[in-house]
């Protein structure tokens, strides 16, 4: 009886590390290879960078930071209103292909629900490029979707 139980307790040990080694490699080609892969692959534009809102109103400023790796986008916006001294926080995360980004946006807050989605079309313009769209967005003081058409952004130079 005592014979036949290490070869049993050798194969389980054996399977659970050859396990382990395997989820190991998965681990290290999904963050390591894949992303490398993509970004020698992506022939897109490079969006990374912090864009400010081209905006009428003086009371509100909003400015999204971008980081891309390949055709994927993830980030943060910023809107404050100068004004009421009010600042909402946002991450998004969103892809960039064939000369436009879209993305969700969502608060950083757990207590907020004023969720955005943005679509734009990036176009260059006098040596700078621009994304130029819309936004929608759940309105958090009364709860109904709403769209801002031609909504702008001009990249910052850096």
Not at 16 to 40: E, G, M, S, Y
Not at 109 to 118: G, R, V
């Amino acid at each position: 009886m005592d014979g036949q139980i290490l070869p049993i307790v050798i194969g389980v040990l054996s399977s659970l590390l050859a396990t382990f080694f395997f989820l190991i490699l998965v681990k290290i080609n999904d963050d390591l290879f894949l992303p490398w892969f993509r970004k020698q692959v992506y022939k897109g534009v490079d969006i990374s960078g912090s864009w400010d809102a081209i905006l009428d109103a003086d009371s509100l400023h909003m400015t999204i930071s971008l980081k891309q790796t390949a055709d994927k986008v993830s980030g943060t916006f910023v809107q404050v209103d100068t004004s009421g001294q009010q600042t909402w926080t946002y991450d998004i995360n969103g892809y960039c292909r064939d000369g436009y980004f879209f993305a969700t946006v969502t608060p950083t807050l757990s207590d907020a629900i004023d969720y955005q989605t943005l679509l734009f079309k990036i176009y260059h313009k006098h040596s700078s490029l621009y994304f130029k769209g819309c936004i929608s967005f759940a309105d958090g003081t009364n709860g109904e979707v709403e769209t801002h058409t031609n909504a702008e952004f001009k990249k910052a130079k850096s």
